[in-house]
Nanobody, 121 residues
Framework: QVQLVESGGGLVQPGGSLRLSCAAS????????MGWYRQAPGKERELVGM???????NYADSVKDRFTISRDNTKRTVDLQMNSLKPEDTAVYYC???????????????WGQGTQVTVSS
């Protein structure tokens, strides 16, 4: 099976920065997309940003110019650098990956357990 393990959440003041990290492990043959989603209380889960193999990151409009995704294909990691954080960024952040395992012919979606990010003074 595949596991996505996240780290780096916490409490930060408005205007501050946090970095989230996610590492994929397991019997992975290939990973096409990796990225981050978030879900605030009472709201739907939404895309924060995504990197598809060979492509540039794409971001939600609400985080453009503040958040940066970096992906390391060799290490199977994806990080989310969050700057100029706002209270509305408060949410549980989930790592996402589209993975084909060694025993499969097609890819499927995998999710991390989620990490809480709280932006508050």
């Amino acid at each position: 099976q595949v596991q996505l393990v996240e780290s780096g959440g916490g409490l930060v003041q408005p205007g501050g920065s946090l970095r989230l990290s996610c590492a994929a492990s397991g019997r992975i043959a290939s990973t096409s997309a990796m990225g981050w989603y978030r879900q605030a209380p009472g709201k739907e889960r939404e895309l924060v940003g995504m990197v598809i193999s060979g492509g540039k990151p794409n971001y939600a409009d609400s985080v453009k110019d503040r958040f940066t995704i970096s992906r390391d294909n060799t290490k199977r990691t994806v990080d989310l650098q969050m700057n100029s954080l706002k209270p509305e960024d408060t949410a549980v952040y989930y790592c996402y990956a589209s993975v084909r395992t060694m025993s499969a012919t097609t890819s499927r979606d995998y999710w991390g357990q989620g990490t809480q990010v709280t932006v508050s003074s």
